[in-house]
């Protein structure tokens, strides 16, 4: 697509449920971000993909937080059991970062996920 | 600790009066810089990003920013405001090499008529 595109836009979920968040690159990315953004507060971020590398998890900040994706395409990010402070914006973004040394390549961001945890 | 701080929460400007939008960080080398524009209900977008050379770097929507070293700074600059530049901005560095942005918490910017 034109764009890195992500869903739901919205999601409402009741605390201890599990959610899922879906991201679509830009086709040819081979690097994708995922970020957390809680009210008047910057991006935190969570996770990074790169090809076929072992991803940086550094950023996910407990164990109810993991992802995965598929090659060079979709990523899902689950939240399992979630809690009241989970609520926030997730965004992803891709690049098209190639592996090893300094990227110079800009990441372009997704609309973003806006889930409430009840 | 290292950081990316936005020290102004909000600010407000008349719509035709310059902006300067002030960032700082505190990494030990040079990061590559970048700011951000998300205007409701919208993703992230680029306005412009320092790697290297010229500490004077040209963005889009006429935004401007200037890395200085010796203050460990990268302030947004507009010379002309226009209402539609009201948006929340945001500070990002990418601390070399890591594939991940460090952001500020932003500025929320107000434009009057």
């Known amino acids: 697509g034109a764009g890195v595109s992500q869903s739901p836009s919205n999601k409402v979920t009741e605390k201890g449920k599990d959610v899922e968040l879906r991201c679509d690159p830009i086709?040819?990315?081979?690097?994708l971000y995922w970020y957390r953004q809680r009210l008047g507060q910057g991006l935190e971020f969570l996770i990074y993909?790169?090809?076929?590398?072992?991803?940086?998890k550094s950023g996910l900040p407990s164990d109810r937080f993991s992802a995965e994706r598929t090659g060079e395409s979709v990523s899902t990010l689950t939240i399992q059991r979630t809690q009241q402070e989970d609520s926030a914006v997730y965004l992803c973004?891709?690049?098209?970062?190639?592996?090893?040394?300094?990227?110079?390549?800009?990441?372009?961001f997704g609309p973003g996920t806006r889930l409430t945890v009840l | 600790a290292q950081s990316v701080t936005q020290p102004d929460i909000h600010i407000t400007v008349s719509e035709g009066a310059s902006l300067e939008l002030r960032c700082n960080y505190s990494?030990?080398?040079?990061?590559?810089l970048f700011w951000y524009v998300q205007s409701p209900g919208q993703g992230l977008q680029l306005l412009l990003k320092?790697?290297?050379?010229?500490?004077l770097v040209q963005g889009i929507k006429g935004f401007e920013a200037e890395f200085k070293r010796s203050q460990s700074s990268f302030n947004l600059r507009k010379p002309s405001v226009h209402w539609s530049d009201a948006a929340e901005y945001f500070c990002?560095?990418?601390?070399?090499?890591?594939?991940?942005?460090?952001f500020g918490r932003g500025t929320q910017l107000t434009v009057w008529p």
């Open positions: 973004a891709s690049s098209s970062r190639g592996s090893g040394g300094a990227s110079t390549d800009t990441q372009y």
């Open positions: 086709s040819g990315h081979t690097a």
């Open positions: 993909f790169q090809g076929n590398s072992a991803p940086d």
């Open positions: 990494y030990g080398a040079t990061p590559y």
């Open positions: 320092y790697f290297s050379g010229d500490t």
């Open positions: 990002a560095v990418d601390p070399l090499t890591l594939g991940r942005l460090y």
